[in-house]
């Protein structure tokens, strides 16, 4: 968790990488809320 401390790193790039996992470990989720939406 501290490795982004020690090599800082933009906000926009961290958000990405962060909904890159996010949205391979959980598009299922994201299509059935898109959905719904």
């Known amino acids: 968790m501290s490795s982004w401390i020690a090599k800082p790193i933009s906000l926009a790039e961290y ?17 059935s ?3 719904v939406k």
């Open 33 to 35: 809320l898109l959905m």
């Open 15 to 31: 958000t990405d990488l962060l909904t890159l996992a996010a949205t391979r470990r959980a598009s299922p989720i994201f299509r």
